[in-house]
């Protein structure tokens, strides 16, 4: 059972262009969506996340937008350039295992310059 | 250290063989979390360390798979007569809130099952 659903699985954008990655959720109780970014051959860090109070969040050229009635977030990437290539996974967490993220299987993007 | 040590790195075994791979967590984070990522498929959780007990280890694939935690600080995940489907990175993230707090991953430890 997969509970978070991520696309598209790749991702080529021209750089300036804007990135935008899609997750579905089917759990309810999931109250925590955070963002994690991977370069190669490093382990994945946070890059953003939202509680379900707000419907956006901000944060330079990284962008969350939450739908919380279509269990579905995703995320913006302003003026993508190239360092911005990475593997993207969006994640969930909450209710009685609300210390467990749940990850997509992410989503690699290349910005070209 | 700084951040979230793993070793070894890479680590090329053959079927059948038990392997160890450790786990050194950022000083103070009391959550210690092991995943598996596969090509395409994602980070799979395996197991959920408060303390040095896991109250969570549902997501070991088979009984091959153990982990244990000592002092509340290092982890080790051992996995014993190695399969070729075992064949996958494995991270290791610590965190000091057990609750929807930030994971610190460290870089992996990538498994290769000849």
């Known amino acids: 059972q997969q509970q978070v659903k991520q696309s598209p699985q790749s991702l080529i954008v021209q750089k300036g262009g804007i990135s935008i990655i899609n997750c579905a959720y089917e759990?309810?109780?999931?109250?925590?969506f955070p963002w994690y970014q991977q370069f190669p051959g490093k382990g994945p860090a946070l890059l953003i996340a939202?509680?379900?109070?707000?419907s956006e969040k901000k944060e330079g050229r990284f962008t969350i937008s939450f739908n919380k009635s279509a269990k579905q977030f995703s995320l913006h990437i302003m003026d993508s350039q190239p360092g911005d290539s990475a593997t993207y996974f969006c994640?969930?967490?909450?209710?009685?295992?609300?210390?467990?993220?749940?990850f997509g299987k992410g989503t690699l993007l290349t910005v070209n310059p | 250290g700084a951040g979230v040590s793993q070793s070894p790195s890479n680590k090329v075994t053959e079927k059948g063989k038990d392997v160890e791979l450790r786990c050194d967590p950022i000083?103070?984070?009391?959550?210690l979390y092991w995943y598996r990522q596969s090509l395409g498929q994602g980070l799979e959780f395996l197991i959920y360390f408060q303390g040095n007990s896991a109250p969570d280890k549902s997501g070991l694939p088979s009984d091959r798979f153990s982990a244990e935690r000592t002092g509340g600080s290092v982890s080790t995940l051992t996995i014993q007569r190695t399969q070729q489907e075992d064949s996958a990175v494995y991270l290791c993230a610590s965190s000091w809130l057990p609750q929807g707090g930030e994971l610190f991953f460290g870089e992996g430890s990538r498994l290769t099952v000849l």
């Open positions: 994640a969930a967490s909450g209710g009685g295992s609300n210390y467990k993220l749940t």
């Open positions: 939202i509680r379900p109070d707000v």
């Open positions: 759990n309810t109780a999931f109250d925590y």
């Open positions: 000083s103070g984070h009391t959550a």
